[in-house]
């Protein structure tokens, strides 16, 4: 099994900042993903955290928006950049890539922007 | 596309009622396919997965590839099975999920 530490919890922001997500896993894990969880919907997945190469995103998100970082095997973080209230969800980190084929989560973030 | 549709955001029943969650899937090739649950306050995590063909917590599901279902069993519900549940597909070769919508369960006394 993996533990992941996500950070911050929570965090209220202005509109045109950028937040930084981090995401902390006990173990050296070989995929890492980010999603996305707005009020009364399910996850979305935004991209794959690839170690040593740049992020996959999925269609309608782009590095600009959404640049990530996965500098080893047990860290990435998410950016959130020049916010608005629309962005305004759940960031949940995840890992992956097990034999058994489970998904681990962090505790989520929760953002709010105003 | 692939796919993964829950139609029933919220099921309440009462204790000891028989619970049938839905799920369909949308996939060309052979996926797996997982229950994941979120209880109140704590993360998501993995309940079962159809490969394992094994019963957690008393619930059970069965993959159908003729109805392309995977739906969510328990006979007699408790209380404490109250929580949202969330079905899940990974495609063959990628440890990308691809979630349902969810399911609120909610069960009463």
């Known amino acids: 099994s993996a533990v992941i530490s996500q950070k911050p919890s929570r965090d209220i922001c202005q509109r045109g900042t950028s937040l930084t997500i981090q995401c902390q896993v006990d173990?050296?894990?070989?995929?890492m993903f980010w999603y996305r969880q707005q009020p009364g919907q399910s996850l979305t997945l935004i991209a794959t955290?690839?170690?040593?190469?740049?992020?996959?995103?999925e269609s309608g998100f782009v590095i600009d928006k959404f640049p990530i970082s996965r500098p080893n095997l047990t860290f990435s973080t998410l950016t959130v950049s020049n916010m608005s209230p629309e962005d305004s969800s759940i960031y949940l980190c995840?890992?992956?890539?097990?034999?058994?084929?489970?998904?681990?989560f962090g505790q989520g973030t929760r953002l709010t922007v105003v | 596309a692939q796919r993964v549709t829950q139609p029933e955001k919220l099921l309440s029943v009462f204790k000891g009622a028989p619970v049938e969650l839905k799920c369909n899937y949308s996939?060309?090739?052979?996926?797996?396919l997982f229950w994941y649950v979120q209880y109140s306050r704590q993360r998501l995590q993995l309940l079962l997965r159809?490969?394992s063909r094994e019963s957690i917590k008393g619930f059970t599901a069965d993959l159908n590839k003729g109805e392309t279902s995977f739906h969510l069993k328990k006979p007699f519900a408790q209380e404490e099975d109250s929580a949202m549940y969330y079905c899940?597909?990974?495609?063959?070769?990628?440890?990308?999920?691809?979630f349902g919508t969810g399911t609120r369960l909610q069960v009463f006394p």
């Open positions: 996939y060309s090739g052979s996926p797996e």
């Open positions: 173990s050296q894990v070989t995929m």
């Open positions: 995840s890992a992956g890539g097990t034999r058994t084929g489970e998904a681990f």
């Open positions: 159809h490969i």
């Open positions: 899940a597909l990974r495609s063959y070769n990628t440890d990308k999920l691809i």
């Open positions: 955290a690839n170690q040593g190469s740049e992020a996959t995103y």
